[in-house]
């Protein structure tokens, strides 16, 4: 493993991560099983039974409910009953997923496709939520690969469908920052629906995430990439030349310049021939504060 670039976090009794855990799961109004808490420890390691060990002591000491067969912090047994809901509703997206990320990964210049967000936890409200998706293109690419993904997108929509590939970036981009307890997240709960040996690459470009979670680890995707893709191929031949390179250059001069208000006062999007990140609003800031505020209100200390 390379050594790491910044100062790796605290590291935890496994009581205290075991509240941790549950702390910030609960940011989304998920209750966990035991497997989801040992696999998502944050940093702090345990085997399942003495991870089950740590949440019955919890239930105990009044500081975690169990119902179900989920838990939570103590007072939010609402959401021990949203879960299967919530289950039920992932698994009817889960199939508009794996049809739509395929098509997906046929366009030309598409390497990855990967769900991420609520689906990727099984944790969306409705079967109408977004199917938010991760695209890894070949570096040059970026933007008319996701002008090809878009379009798809529209055409998804007319069949009630909501694809949202809200991060497209090039495959010389794996390394992924700020280095957080949000990113570290995002990046081990993501499921990839093509491109496997790409996704394997990424995750060992971010092996920082194991400071953050290290029960989660960086592989576990064996599947091998079978299906062909030969519209991808053709549509390749006729775009990797000078034709292409204008194209590219537009289309990232044209989006840079529509978003250029909402990118100036956002610290999360980055738009460059390298990443379309437009997360304008900083959903990865909202979610680490709810979480500092939910270690406070619980009395979870270091």
Not at 73 to 86: A, S, T, V
Not at 92 to 116: C, I, K, S, Y
Not at 268 to 296: I, P, Q
Request: hydrophobic residues 45%; proline residues 4%; glycine residues 8%.
């Amino acid at each position: 493993m390379a050594p790491l670039l910044v100062a790796a976090p605290p590291r935890f009794a496994l009581t205290q991560a075991v509240l941790r855990t549950l702390a910030y799961a609960d940011v989304f109004d998920y209750a966990l099983r035991t497997a989801d808490v040992q696999r998502f420890l944050i940093a702090a390691t345990g085997s399942a039974s003495e991870t089950e060990a740590a949440l019955e002591a919890g239930v105990r000491a009044g500081r975690v409910m169990h119902g179900n067969g989920f838990y939570s912090l103590c007072g939010r047994d609402e959401i021990l009953k949203l879960r299967p809901e919530r289950e039920r509703h992932s698994a009817e997206l889960w199939r508009h997923a794996r049809r739509w990320g395929a098509a997906m990964a046929g366009l030309p210049f598409v390497r990855m496709v990967a769900v991420t967000g609520a689906l990727a936890m099984n944790n969306v409200a409705s079967d109408n939520d977004d199917i938010d998706l991760l695209v890894l293109t070949v570096p040059g690419r970026v933007w008319l690969g996701r002008a090809l993904c878009i379009g798809l997108v529209r055409v998804a929509r007319r069949f009630g469908v909501n694809l949202c590939p809200n991060y497209v970036l090039s495959a010389a981009a794996l390394e992924q920052s700020p280095r957080n307890l949000y990113i570290a997240h995002e990046l081990a709960q993501m499921v990839p629906l093509s491109g496997f040996a790409l996704h394997a690459r990424m995750m060992a470009a971010n092996e920082w995430l194991l400071g953050y979670l290290p029960n989660s680890g960086v592989g576990g995707w064996e599947w091998v990439e079978s299906r062909k893709y030969p519209l991808r191929g053709l549509g390749e031949r006729v775009l990797s030349n000078g034709l292409g390179d204008w194209l590219e250059c537009w289309e990232r001069e044209r989006k840079q310049r529509k978003f250029a208000r909402e990118a100036a006062h956002s610290v999360a999007a980055r738009l460059d021939s390298d990443h379309v990140k437009g997360h304008f609003n900083d959903h990865g800031a909202r979610v680490l504060a709810e979480y500092e505020r939910r270690l406070k209100q619980y009395g979870i200390e270091d």
